[in-house]
């Protein structure tokens, strides 16, 4: 069955485009690049996220560095083998993009404040058991692994964080457990270390949960047994 990536998987986007444009791959002759986004977060940090984008979305004037951009689309995964190693890569795919003019208009400070600028909705199930733990400082984390369906039987595998509360009632979900998440993606820095002692500084990509429910199985398919019998 096919999936509608407007209800089980979409994300907004508005930031500026940092670094320079790069070939992705190239699918029955349309071409594929990758930005990188820049996202201020309310705290004066930022997110770098990676934007997968189709050559029929952009133009080279879209691309320039610090140009303001709306990205609309979805959160996708895919394994990238390195060294004879599986790797998940994660990155945001575009459907539409746009460009956002920069109001400095102190007038319209209050609107800019209100505008989403980083929200990803997803609809999947978690596939590996929650992995719950505290900080030193007593911060409770969890960290949940979502499958979440794609057309043609693909699946995106996003890591996703969640805390305080969440993080408390998502350590006893179970694997197969169908999730609705709201949150927002970020990335984060980290050191791999390899067994000759050398350190290699990598980014990470994920969604830091804001809020989170159960969905249902069972009124889903009942649902779906009424429309069917209604069609009868």
């Known amino acids: 069955m096919d999936t509608n990536y407007l209800e089980n998987n979409y ?21 594929f ?5 820049e996202i201020a977060r309310l705290s004066g940090n930022a ?8 050559e029929r979305l952009i133009t080279e004037e879209m691309l320039v560095q610090g140009k303001n951009l709306l990205v609309k689309g979805q959160f996708r995964s895919y394994n990238s083998y390195e060294n004879e190693k599986n790797r998940l890569i994660l ?21 800019k404040k209100d505008m989403i600028t980083n929200e990803v909705v997803l609809v999947g199930y978690i596939c590996k058991k929650p992995i719950y733990r505290q900080t030193p400082f007593g911060r409770e984390i969890a960290d949940i692994l979502l499958a979440v369906n794609r057309a043609y039987n693909k699946s995106d595998y996003i890591p996703t964080i969640a805390w305080g ?8 979900l179970e694997i ?5 998440l709201v949150g927002r993606v970020q990335s984060r820095i980290y050191e791999k270390k390899y067994e000759d002692g050398t350190v290699e ?3 990470a990509y994920e969604v830091s949960i804001g ?6 199985e069972n009124d889903t398919m009942q649902n779906n047994q009424q429309e069917n019998q209604e069609a009868v």
Not at 11 to 31: D, P, Q
Not at 176 to 180: E, I, L, M, S
């Open 176 to 180: 197969g457990t169908k999730v609705k």
């Open 91 to 111: 990155t945001v795919f575009a459907k539409d993009v746009i460009e956002v003019e920069e109001n400095v208009e102190e007038e319209n400070e209050m609107v």
């Open 33 to 37: 690049y990758v930005f990188n986004l």
């Open 211 to 216: 809020s989170l429910e159960v969905v249902e």
């Open 47 to 54: 997110d770098i996220i990676p934007i997968t984008v189709s």
């Open 11 to 31: 994300l907004t986007l508005v930031g500026k485009v940092t670094g320079e444009k790069k070939f992705s791959h190239e699918i029955y002759g349309e071409r």
């Open 165 to 172: 509360r969440n993080a408390r009632f998502c350590q006893n």
């Open 201 to 203: 500084n990598r980014v």
